[in-house]
C-alpha cells in the first residue's frame, strides 16, 4: 500500500455517466492484485475531504501519452540499437514494455465526489491510496476456484470493475468463466468487451429490456444454475445490496460457493475509522468487520444478509 | 556593505535559532505538542507504512472499554460539506485485548502513549482503568466522557455536572496514571464542565469531541447515518472548537489539550495562541495521514520565524480590553 500523488493520464467517458480514469502509478499498479481497491483524494477542495473508494478496474502497461515505463523502453530500444543487445537487456526491455505503470478506475458519476472526478483532465493530479485490502485470490479462494467446473461473475452496475481483474487472471490461468452482467438500462453495461476475451459467454440484462434479458440479472443466472444443477459453480459476485443478497440466495438454494466484493462508505481505507464494518457473523466485537481490511472479499456466508446492517 | 554584514548576522542567528518544541501535560513530556486523536488512529501500527510514529509527540488510541464492543449498524459514515459525521458507536476490542495485542507495539515507540478509555456506568470505567493499569507503556489516560453515538453511553456523563464530578473522581482514584479528561462541546457552558472535572481531580483536559449533528437522504426519506444522530467532526467545526479551547484555558489551572478540524499547522498555532498546551490530530488522519508531521514541521518553521519558543507561543494570545468585554462568556 502507497499514499502517493499521482498524475491523470486519461479521464475517459463512456456511456451512462460511467468513466474511466487512467492514473500514472507504476508503483501501486505493480503492487495490485485482483479485486483490491484504491482510495482517490480529491486535491485543493477543503470542503470534499475524505478520499472515495473504488475497486481497481485494471492495470496496464500504457494509455496513449508517454510514460514512466514507455520511455524506460523508449530507452532500452535506443541502446540496443546502439549496442550488441545481451539476454539481460532483453529482459529488461521486455519487463519495461509488460510492466503496468498505470492505475485504471471505472466510476459512475452518483454524487459530489464523483462529479468532481469527472472534470479531472490529463495532467491534474489526485492523492492515492492503493492498494488497499484482500483481493479475490486468497488461498482459500484459489483452492475454491480450482474445484469449480466454471466460475460465475455476477455484475451489477459499477460491480462490473471489481471482477475485471480476477477474471483476467483466471483466464490466463485457463479457467472456464462466464459472465452475469445486469444494469438499470443499456448505458449502464460498460466494459463488456473488455471483459468478453477472458469468459466463455456474457449474458447481459437491462431492468428496462433495453439490451439483453429483460429485468434483473439474477433470472437468468437463476435459469443458468437450475439448467446445471450437476455442475459445481463459484460465484464472484459484486454490485448493488439487494442485487448481492438474491445472488447469495441463489448461491445457498444451488449449494455453490460464493465470494462477494462489498462495498461501504469508507472514511479512511486503513483500517482506523471503523466506517465501513458490515455486520458478519461472530461474536461481541467480531459481529462487524472492516469492508476495507477484513475485505472488500467475503464469502457469502460470513455477511449477515437481510437487515442490511 | 555594512547592511550586507547585518544580513549574514541575522541569517547566522536565524540559523542559530532552534525552537525547543517540547512540552510538559501533568507530568507526561512529550518531544512536541502534536498527538494523534483517538478514534483517527486506530492503535497506531496502522500508519507505521505511511510515516515515521516516532516523529508524533503523542498517539491517542482508539476508545477502550472494559469489555469489547459491537459498535453500530452500516452506515456509520457520512461526508458532510468541510467535515464528516461518525457514528461508530466505540467498536473496540477491549482492555484485555487491548494490552494483549496493541500496547507491545506502542510500547517500542518513543512516542507518547494516552489511552482513551469509556464505559457506560461508572463501574465500566473503573473497571477499564483497573485492567489498563497493569499496562506499561501507558503513559496517561483520556477519560472520554463525551462519546454522542452510544445509548446510554459517555455523553450522558458529559452534559451532566453531577455525573460529570462522579465519573472522574471514580477514575482519578482507580488510576495509576495520570488522568486526562475529553470533555462534549454539546452543553451550554463548557467552563462550568472543565471547572467541575477540575475540581474533582482531573490531571488535564482535551476538548473538544465531536458536536452532535445529522443528515437526511431526501428521496429516500431516512437518516445518513442508522444511528439517526452522529458526531460532526472536521475542518467545520474549527472555530467553535477553538473558541471553546480558549475559554477553557481561561478558566481553569490544569493543561488544556485542544482539536478540533486541524489540518496544518496554522490551526494548530492557533490553538496554542488560543492556551492549549498541545494539539490533537483527528479527521485529517483519515485522508491525509501525513498531517501531525507537516503540523509540526509548521509549528517549529513559525517558532523559527517568529523566534518564540513554544512556551511562549502557548497562550500569547493578546485580546483588546474592549473585545474582551464583548467576547462570549
Redesign the interface.
Known sequence: MYDETVAVVENRPLTGGHFVLSLDSARQAQATRPGQFAMVRLLGRSDVLLRRPMSIYNVASAVAPPLRAATDAATLVQDAAMNPRTTKQDAALKAAATKPAIVQLLYKVVGRGTRLMAELKPGDYVGLLAPLGHGFFQDEYLDRAKAADEILHVAGGIGIAALLLPARQLAAGGFHQRLFFGGRTQDDLVGVDEFAASVSEVVLATEDGSHGHGGYVTRPLEEYLSRNSGKNFLMMVCGPWAMLEASVKLARRYGHACLVSMENRMGCGLGVCLGCCIHVNGTGHGTYERVCTEGPVFWAEKVVWGDKS | MANKGQMTRDKEQLAEFSPCLETTIAGVHFANPVLTAS????YGR??A??IDLNQLGGIVV?GISA?????N???????T????L?A?GL????AR?FLEEKLPFLRTLRTRCIVNVFGYATDDYVRAIEILNHGDGIDAYELNISCPNTRCGGMVYGSDLRLTEEVVAASKQAARFPLYVKLSPNVTDITAFARVAEAAGADALSLVNTFVGMAIDIESRIPRV?NVTAGLS??AIKPVALRMVYQCARAVKIPVIGMGGIENAEDALEYLIAGARAVQIG?A??????TALRVIEGIREYCRRTRLQLSEVIGSLTVAPFSAAQSIE
Open positions: 478514534g483517527t488512529f486506530g496502522e500508519f507504512d505511511l482508539k469489555e469489547p464492543m459491537a459498535g449498524p452500516s452506515p456509520r459514515i457520512y461526508e460539506d468541510s467535515g464528516m461518525n461508530i467498536q473496540n476490542v477491549g485485548r442508522s472536521g475542518p479527521t488522519n483519515f485522508y491525509a495521514p501525513d
